[in-house]
Nanobody
């Protein structure tokens, strides 16, 4: 079955960087839409970055220019490089996957992704 496992979260000061990883298994990795979502306390889960089966990427406006989504198909691993972190980036970050078609992450819904990891916490202090 599809399994997703995030890692790389932690605590950093504002302006710092973190790289999240998501190890995927149980399916042909490159054939699925992949995305990163986050959920802050008391807020809805929101899409942060997505990558299509053709490698095209999309980002939420709030992270454009600061976050980069990438993948290593040989390692079945998805990444999220987060630079210039802000306190408002503090959240639990989730890796998600689903069958095509893939939609831009800004218009993607949680319901568009059927497979989820357990999440990794990112805390940014001012």
């Amino acid at each position: 079955q599809v399994q997703l496992q995030e890692s790389g979260g932690g605590s950093v000061q504002a302006g710092g960087s973190l790289r999240l990883s998501c190890a995927a298994s149980g399916y042909t990795y490159s054939s699925y839409c992949m995305g990163w979502f986050r959920q802050a306390p008391g807020k809805e889960r929101e899409g942060v970055a997505g990558i299509d089966t053709d490698g095209s990427t999309s980002y939420a406006d709030s992270v454009k220019g600061r976050f980069t989504i990438s993948q290593d198909n040989a390692k079945n691993t998805l990444y999220l490089q987060m630079n210039s972190l802000k306190p408002e980036d503090t959240a639990m970050y989730y890796c998600a996957a689903d069958h095509p078609p893939c939609w831009p992450i800004a218009t993607s819904l949680v319901a568009d992704f059927g497979y989820w990891g357990q999440g990794t916490q990112v805390t940014v202090s001012s």
